[in-house]
């Protein structure tokens, strides 16, 4: 960091280390409390802490429609569990995890039925990935949405626990015309999707825990399919059985939605992969900086096709573009946080950020999405999101 670059308070923090004990001393300790809280069995945030999913019903009955992650008020790159955005076709069904079965069948050798004990008994597996629902930023590419929860809240990113997916197809036997694999949840509308075998046979795995702990019953308890960088849409929650065939089975979720319809009429189908995006997350639409001086520029990247190479930031409505940091872990198919240094001088700006993948593929601008994409269809936007920084310190869309 230059000198130029260097935050004053930090600047006052390194020299002013020697000195802490004396500036603690000069200042009026807090007054003993008379006794602090109780121990809990299980913890909850600070009252203080107010962030929320902002749900979306769409039909009342059921619970369906979705609730987003509120990617401008959280730090690094775990999404904390009870935050993590919400995707339900037809609500939460409440299962009992020592009455669930998965089955296994269609053309095996052995159709199987695992409790979750079974599941549990196989060599675990933990990853770090993100899970995108395919209509994140539905929206976004015709009218630019004021929030980065609104925008790219169907984002989220955990660490996850289960087991390889190749283990449980191995005890069952695939047969040689076995090409897909029909996964269907236990929810109220046995939501289903179909998966080639060879991503299932790559790195997909049944996942039953989440952060360290059983999966969140908003997150698919007590099992779910994991297909790290693929459509959320494909990741089946509640999941009770895989079902293995010649052909997909074009369910309502691959057919009526989560296609892609181009400008020339025609739908595309299986877009299964999701591609690299980034967004800045603080400072970000709804937010205010204090005043002009040091702001830190922070954000997310991620690519369903691998790791993310590299984070380039715009300070001047993407005339320049300068390398941002990436902060280690980075990871394949998982969430990346980058941070750029920034002296604000107190002018009205558009400050962007654009990733490039291992792959080599650099995120596009909008108008290059919408070259190729047009504007008939929602799904998998990945179009560059600028926010304007006005004079008065307020961010909104830009
Ligand atoms: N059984 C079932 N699985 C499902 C869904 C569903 O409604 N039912 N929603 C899907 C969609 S559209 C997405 S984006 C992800 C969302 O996962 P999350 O709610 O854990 O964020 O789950 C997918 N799996
Ligand atoms: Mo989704």
Redo the contacts with the bound molecule.
């Keep these: 960091m230059t000198e130029e670059l260097t935050p004053p308070r930090r600047r006052f923090l390194a020299l002013g280390a020697s000195l802490a004990g004396a500036v603690v001393a000069c200042r009026k300790a807090p007054a003993p409390s008379e006794s602090g809280a109780h121990m809990r069995g299980y913890g909850e945030r600070s009252p203080h802490e107010k962030s929320v999913r902002v749900v979306r019903e769409l039909t009342k009955s059921l619970g369906?429609g979705?609730s987003r992650t509120p990617l401008g008020e959280l730090h690094g790159i775990i999404t904390p569990s009870a935050l993590?955005?919400?995707?339900?076709?037809?609500g939460v069904p409440a299962l009992d995890p020592a009455a669930h079965r998965l089955l296994v069948d269609g053309l095996v050798e052995r159709p199987l039925t695992f409790s979750l004990d079974d599941l549990k008994r196989f060599p675990s597996a933990s990853r770090v990935c993100f899970?995108?629902?395919?209509?994140n930023s539905i929206g976004e590419p015709g009218a630019n949405l004021p929030d980065v929860q609104k925008s790219h809240g169907?984002l989220?990113c955990s660490e996850w626990t289960g087991v390889p997916l190749s283990i449980v197809l191995k005890e069952a036997g695939l047969k040689p015309e076995a090409t897909w694999m029909i996964a269907?949840?236990?929810?109220a509308?046995?939501?289903?999707?179909s998966i080639p075998v060879s991503k299932a046979l790559d790195d997909a795995f049944l996942a039953y825990a989440q952060n360290g702990e059983a999966l969140?019953p908003?997150?698919?308890y007590p099992l779910?399919?994991l297909l790290p960088g693929w459509?959320?849409?494909?990741?089946?929650?509640?999941?009770h059985r895989l079902q293995l065939v010649d052909q997909p089975a074009m369910s309502a979720?691959e057919t009526a939605n989560?296609t892609d319809l181009m400008p020339d009429g025609k739908a595309q189908q299986f877009t299964f992969v999701m591609e690299a995006r980034s967004v800045i997350t603080r400072p970000s639409g709804g937010q205010k900086l204090a005043g002009p001086g040091f702001h830190e520029i922070t954000g997310l990247a991620w690519s369903g096709y691998g790791k993310i190479a590299r984070v380039e930031v715009s300070t001047d409505a993407g005339q320049t573009w300068a390398d941002a940091e990436l902060q280690a872990p980075v990871l394949s198919k998982a969430a990346v946080r980058f941070r750029y240094p920034w002296r604000w001088d107190g002018k009205e700006t558009v400050i962007a950020c654009r990733c490039t993948d291992e792959t080599g593929y650099l995120q596009p601008t909008r108008d290059e999405f919408i070259a190729v994409r047009g504007l008939n269809s929602g799904y998998h936007y990945n179009g560059i999101k600028p926010w304007r920084v006005n004079a008065d310190g307020t961010v909104t869309h830009a």
């Design positions: 369906t979705s993590h955005f919400e995707r339900h076709h037809s899970i995108e629902c395919g209509g169907l989220s269907e949840g236990a929810d509308g046995r939501m289903s999707r969140r908003e997150q698919g779910r399919l459509e959320g849409n494909t990741n089946v929650k509640w999941l979720k989560y």
